[in-house]
């Protein structure tokens, strides 16, 4: 079975500094892994995807992740948080696409703040 | 915008009663998935249509219904609401198969509110 675990529930960090948002995985079998960011009163929007392509994945607003197969993880980094980075974000593996379903695992959330 | 619109954005009911929430993918998907989100379970998958058939059951209560139109537009129905029905419900498309990453888009979401 997969499963998803973000393993810090809040984030907070100063405007300028790096932001790092960790996420392990389990799966058995190659996965695609995803990033979704939300903003308050808003829907989810995917930041970036992994889907054994390149293991560092540059997604929008700077942000990017890295998949390591070895730590089973999928951490999302950024070099300089920015005041609107404050949201909530998932880290998310999918089971793959079968007869018309595409299963996703979603992890619980961390909430990023960024204080000035 | 991701090109799922969903209706309406807030509503507010009281306990026992019936509301419809509905949604329209982004042309061309075929796949509708509803989430519910609320303060205490997080984001809980509840349904998937494909192309007008149930694909797929997550945590979805027997108070609670969907379907999927031949126009692919889904509607996700509510009865006998309790306070607990309270929370942000999504709706997600994705496109059909062979062109899919596993990738959903997402709505803005119906903010339901059970008092």
């Known amino acids: 079975a997969q499963s998803v675990t973000q393993l810090d529930s809040h984030v907070s960090v100063s405007e300028g500094t790096p932001v790092l948002l960790r996420c392990n995985y389990s799966?058995?079998?190659?996965?695609?892994l995803f990033w979704y960011v939300q903003h308050p009163n808003k829907g989810l929007q995917l930041l970036l995807k992994?889907?054994?392509?390149?293991?560092l994945v540059k997604g929008i607003n700077g942000f990017e992740a890295e998949f390591k197969k070895s730590e089973t993880s999928f951490h999302l980094t950024k070099p300089s948080a920015h005041m609107s980075d404050a949201a909530e974000y998932f880290c998310v593996v999918s089971q793959g696409f079968s007869g018309g379903y595409n299963k996703l695992i979603f992890g619980a959330g961390t909430r990023l703040a960024v204080h000035p | 915008d991701s090109g799922v619109t969903q209706t309406p954005k807030h509503l507010i009911t009281a306990t026992g009663q019936r509301v419809t929430l509905r949604c329209s993918p982004r042309s061309g998907d075929l796949s509708v998935y509803w989430y519910q989100q609320s303060l205490d379970q997080g984001l809980q998958f509840l349904i998937q249509y494909y192309n007008g058939e149930e694909r797929a059951k997550g945590n979805i209560l027997e108070r609670f219904s969907a379907q999927q139109f031949p126009d692919l537009h889904s509607e996700l129905n509510l009865s006998s609401l309790e306070l607990g029905d309270s929370a942000l419900y999504f709706c997600?498309?994705?496109?059909?198969?062979?062109?899919?990453?596993?990738?959903?888009?997402f709505g803005e979401g119906s903010r339901l509110t059970v008092l």
């Open positions: 997600a498309s994705s496109a059909p198969g062979q062109r899919s990453t596993g990738e959903l888009f």
């Open positions: 992994y889907t054994s392509a390149a293991t």
């Open positions: 799966s058995s079998y190659s996965p695609s």
